[in-house]
């Protein structure tokens, strides 16, 4: 009985067959930067109008996939051996 597809290669994987699970978190990293004079006395008003303004032409899930994405991949025990090695491919 198959209960699952390898995400990567879709074979089929039968019960009681080895399945991994690939978490992949993907989020904006918080190293913001370091705060300036020229930053606290710039018109802060005027760039949190064009944030406003950049943010009203994305929808919503647009706007939370630039901030964070979590996906999960089914592997089979060939593909987790090959995703451990080079994760990012190639
Ligand atoms: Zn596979």
Redesign the pocket.
Known sequence: MITHI?D??S?PIFKGELRYIARIEVFAAPDAGEITIADLLSDQASEIDRLIKACEKMTEEELMRDVHVLREFD??R??QKEFVLQPLGD
């Open positions: 390898c990567r290669c074979k592997l089979c060939a593909c």
